[in-house]
């Protein structure tokens, strides 16, 4: 089974960038849809972005036109760019992956990573 490890989270400032990262062992991120989530505390987890295995893309509508997902099948890891970072946007990040072909941000993914920290502020 796969297993996936997030990185690149951080502590930035309201309007700056971060990208993570999400690297995938166990199995080649060509054969999954995988998406990123978060959770912010005391809040139910988010589907943020997804991409399917044949490369539809579905977007949060709070997250869209800032960030972008992307899968990179040579290095089989999944990312997530995110611009214009808002406080709002404070979370556990974590990345999921899934044998279906399109799951969309429904959180029915199968993998899960452990989740690495965003923490946005003003």
């Known amino acids: 089974q796969v297993q996936l490890v997030e990185s690149g989270g951080g502590s930035v400032q309201a309007g700056e960038s971060l990208r993570l990262s999400c690297a995938a062992s166990g199995g080649t991120v060509s054969t999954y849809s995988m998406a990123w989530f978060r959770q912010a505390p005391r809040k139910g987890r988010e589907g943020v972005a997804s991409?399917?295995?044949?490369?539809?893309?579905s977007t949060s509508d709070s997250v869209k036109g800032r960030f972008t997902i992307s899968k990179d099948n040579a290095k089989n890891t999944l990312y997530l760019q995110m611009n214009s970072l808002k406080p709002e946007d404070t979370a556990m990040y974590y990345c999921?992956?899934?044998?279906?072909?399109?799951?969309?941000?429904?959180?029915?993914?199968?993998?899960w990573g452990q989740g690495t920290q965003v923490t946005v502020s003003s």
């Open positions: 991409i399917g295995q044949g490369g539809v893309v």
């Open positions: 999921a992956a899934s044998t279906q072909s399109f799951l969309g941000l429904a959180p029915a993914y199968k993998y």
